[in-house]
């Protein structure tokens, strides 16, 4: 759970903050005052139970997680946290993996993901300010040269917009790419451009690229907010005995080192919102109804995924572009990290709660790697 700091905006209007972290995992959502004075109180989610507590006071709840990143705490607490080291690697070591973002449009996904760069064009960002996508990358380049460059990297990028499908790195305007289904890869995107890279800076530059070609559209909860579902991923081709893996010729006894090829799968989910919230209307209503519709749909898969095995129906991966192409990270065999975002506002509180019990669904879900 990451929260993030109060805007000037909400300041202003003088919100109260009514989430607050309690210490180990623990977050409390209070529509009074925090319990007995936060820290130190035994709470009913001292086991990590996922379920919420909820008290008497109409919305006060406590909620269990693996990890909850206050207001304060820094980019790179944030990645060093929450596992997200511990990803890469496993991606270098042939796992799909798959980090999300999700909350409130506002809630700070894109600021998690990517920084604060996407809202300014002219400056960089500083360094301390950049999030897990640039730091996955630099651990990742990290990686392959110490291995003695025997990673082999591409990059897709994709957004589903008013599901459709399109290549943000393909040149010219996005045109609507057709998604299928076989036997052998599941549903993939047929023509998806990958582009390889081996520099820092080049698959920083693809992911400015991509970003700026992203559909986004001000509203009141955001002025850059982005109206798409965004997929980058990154492919990983590794040969175990470390190996140069070009020229294929030059190495010896193939098979003693078979290649590995793992899938590194940042998602910038659109927000959920209400659209009377958001002062949205016209193109922008389309648009929030087919976001919150394949947000529906992804909670209703991840409900499913979260009963216990053996009660497990069909999930309806088919009822979104979105869950189609997440099928493999959430119910196949890849891991998945869920990075739930909201703010701390009172204005916010029900799409907060909402929030939190969809990371806790979530969190019920197991896979199989
Ligand atoms: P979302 O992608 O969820 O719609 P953004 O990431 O664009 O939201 O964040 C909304 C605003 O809040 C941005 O101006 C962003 O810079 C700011 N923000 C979000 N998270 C943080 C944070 N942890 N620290 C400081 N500012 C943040
Ligand atoms: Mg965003």
Redesign the pocket.
């Known amino acids: 759970i ?1 929260v ?2 109060l ?1 000037c905006t909400e300041t202003r209007r003088g919100d109260r903050r009514v989430v607050h972290s309690l210490g180990d995992g623990a977050v409390h959502v209070s529509a009074t005052s925090p319990p007995g004075g936060r820290r130190g109180l035994r709470h009913p989610l001292s086991c990590r139970c996922p379920h919420a507590q909820v008290s008497a006071a109409r919305h006060d709840a406590t909620f269990g997680f693996s990890a909850v990143f206050d ?1 304060g ?1 820094s980019q790179e607490a944030v990645f060093e946290g929450s596992g997200m080291r511990q990803l890469v690697e496993l991606a270098i070591d042939g796992f799909s993996c798959t980090v999300f ?1 999700f ?10 993901l990517m920084g ?1 760069l ?2 300014s064009e002219t400056q960089p960002a500083s360094p301390a300010l950049l999030g897990l996508m640039q730091r996955s990358f630099t651990c990742l380049l990290e990686q392959s040269r110490s291995r003695g460059s025997d990673l082999a990297l591409s990059a897709s990028y994709l957004e589903i917009y008013n599901e459709q499908v399109r290549d943000l790195l393909s040149l010219g305007p996005p045109c609507a790419l057709p998604l299928r289904w076989s036997k052998t890869r599941g549903f993939y995107v047929e023509n998806q451009l990958s582009v390889d890279f081996e520099s820092l800076e080049a698959i920083v530059s693809l992911l400015l690229q991509g970003s700026q070609r992203r559909r986004t559209s001000a509203h009141a909860l ?1 002025r ?3 109206r798409s579902h965004a997929l980058l991923t990154i492919h990983i081709r590794s040969r175990a005995g470390g190996q140069s893996i070009t020229p294929p010729s030059r190495v010896p006894q193939a098979s003693a080192c078979p290649s590995k090829q793992g899938t590194l799968c940042f998602v ?1 989910l659109a ?1 959920s919102e209400r659209v009377k919230e958001t002062g949205s209307s016209g193109e922008l209503s389309v648009e929030a109804n087919s976001i919150n519709r394949s947000l529906l749909a992804l909670g209703h898969c991840i409900s499913l995924l979260a009963k216990p095995r053996g009660k497990r129906t069909h999930i309806p991966y088919r009822d979104s572009k979105l869950t189609r192409l997440l099928a493999r990270s959430l119910g196949g065999s890849g891991i998945t990290l869920m990075v739930a ?1 909201i703010s701390p506002s009172s204005h916010c509180l029900s799409e907060t709660l909402s929030t939190l019990h969809y990371a806790s669904r979530a969190r019920r879900v197991t896979t199989r790697p």
């Open positions: 990451r993030r700091p805007t207001a705490a973002a909350g409130q449009t506002g809630s700070g996904k894109t600021y998690t604060p996407a809202q955001n850059h907010s982005s910038d927000g975002c």
